[in-house]
């Protein structure tokens, strides 16, 4: 069954980090386009950071310097990195990969980041 599973989420003040990780299973690759998306409550759904299939990441102005992605070929997993999280950073965090013509999704790992 292609899925991505989502962990690493939790409860962080304010100025601590996370890590998330996306698994993909065997039928999903993520040496393709991916990414990490966020829903904050009562908010659209909004990227926060893309890698392509070469390499190139975009990240959204507001987690610049402070957010990276990442990739492991070998674990076919994808990692985002968050330091230095503000409370706005709250919301459930989805990763995301570009395989056989469609998005494939997570179920997503919620972040809340407290004062």
């Known amino acids: 069954q292609a899925q991505l599973v989502e962990s690493g989420g939790g409860l962080v003040q304010a100025g601590g980090s996370l890590r998330l990780s996306c698994v993909a299973s065997r039928s999903i690759s993520i040496v393709n386009n991916g990414g990490w998306y966020r829903q904050a409550p009562g908010k659209e759904r909004e990227q926060v950071a893309t890698?392509?299939?070469?390499?190139?990441?975009n990240y959204a102005d507001s987690v610049k310097g402070r957010f990276t992605v990442s990739r492991d070929f070998a674990k076919n997993t994808m990692y985002l990195q968050m330091n230095n999280l503000k409370p706005e950073d709250t919301g459930i965090y989805y990763c995301s990969s570009y395989n056989r013509g469609r998005y494939y999704w997570g179920q997503g790992t919620q972040v809340t980041v407290g004062q």
């Open positions: 890698v392509l299939g070469g390499g190139a990441t």
